[in-house]
């Protein structure tokens, strides 16, 4: 009885190819949310004004999922196929599809920002803090968090840009709201408070505010894949915050190790950390497990990105003396 449970089918494919990306089985998560979308899309061609919101769910399911498997130009092009449903949707009943917009235009956003459309990046990001702003200075409770998330996001595009110090002071912001709800809620909150006190010391740092540090990153609510995460990126801290070649040896190392322990989705997350490393390892001539590929896969990383690197990576490129 398709006409019944369909709909049904195509929300229990959605909930397990989330679940199979938390789970790091990026391929697997794709192909469910592929066979969602294609029911929702069915459905929203026959009665628009009643499923059209389904299917811009789904077309944004699909794009986060191409978008951990580095398909970046299909993940573009079903994420601007939502925000053009979430837009008309929120034009007409602002009230009710808003917070959808918006985080369309963040998704949207992300998906430019790994082709390298930057500056479109930006302005798509800055649109979509200005409605989770509203949002949430309006309801804080049911909406801060989003805003936190929007204020990094538009401080990564903004970095991308070479813009360092209005990075720094959106990093800074969206840190202060996620360390009042990770105090409230640590369970919930405490994995988005971490993320964003490391962006808010890479900002800084950029920006030239503070120094680069090591952070004491006390945990008791992560996932293992999160701390894998952490971990990683916290050894891109160690690395690129000392001139001691024995500390910057060791940094490498544990990266090299918190490297095998990530899946797909989150090494296409983190190639921008890797790359660093390993050029920060050739240029101080220590063995890495990149050593040999590594300016390869930098030549496909900037061709995916249409030739532009982003400003911060060669920034942080100069500060460690090597080139991109």
């Known amino acids: ?53 389904e299917w811009a769910i789904s077309l944004n399911n699909y794009s986060n999922r191409l978008g951990d498997l580095g398909r970046s130009e299909e993940a573009a092009e079903k994420a601007l196929q939502a925000l053009e449903i979430w837009e008309k949707l929120a034009r007409a009943k602002p009230e009710r599809f808003e917070p959808e917009w918006a985080t369309s235009l963040s998704n949207y956003s992300n998906r430019l920002g790994d082709l390298g459309r930057s500056e479109e990046a930006a302005e798509k990001a800055r649109q979509a ?62 994995d988005t408070y971490l993320l964003a006190r490391m962006l808010a010391a890479e900002t800084s740092w950029l920006a030239g505010k503070a120094p680069l540090v090591t952070l004491d990153l006390v945990s008791r609510h992560l996932t293992p894949r999160m701390e894998h995460l952490l971990n990683y990126r916290e050894c891109f801290f160690a690395a690129f915050s000392t001139q001691e070649q024995g500390k910057i040896c060791e940094a490498i190392s544990r990266a090299d190790a918190c490297w095998a322990k990530l899946d797909a989705a989150q090494k296409h997350a ?16 220590i063995e890495c497990a990149h050593n040999r590929e590594w300016r390869e896969t930098l030549a496909l990383y900037c061709k995916q990105r249409n030739g532009r690197l982003p400003s911060w990576m060669i920034e942080v490129a100069s500060r460690g003396g090597f080139s991109l």
């Open 1 to 53: 009885k398709p006409e019944r449970f369909e709909r049904e089918w195509a929300t229990s494919l959605s909930n397990y190819a989330s679940h199979l990306s938390n789970l790091g089985r990026s391929e697997e998560a794709a192909e469910k949310a592929l066979q969602a979308l294609e029911i929702r899309e069915k459905h929203a061609r026959a009665k628009p004004e009643r499923f059209e919101p």
């Open 129 to 190: 803090l200005e409605i989770w702003e509203k949002l949430a200075r309006a309801k804080p409770e049911r909406f801060e968090p989003e805003w936190a998330t929007s204020l990094s996001n538009y401080s990564n595009r903004l970095g991308d840009l070479g813009r360092s110090e209005e990075a720094a002071e959106k990093a800074l912001l969206a840190l202060e709201i996620r360390e009042k709800l990770a105090c409230a809620k640590p369970e919930r909150f405490e």
């Open 270 to 285: 983190e190639k921008a950390y890797m790359l660093l490393l390993a050029g920060l390892a050739e240029s101080k001539q």
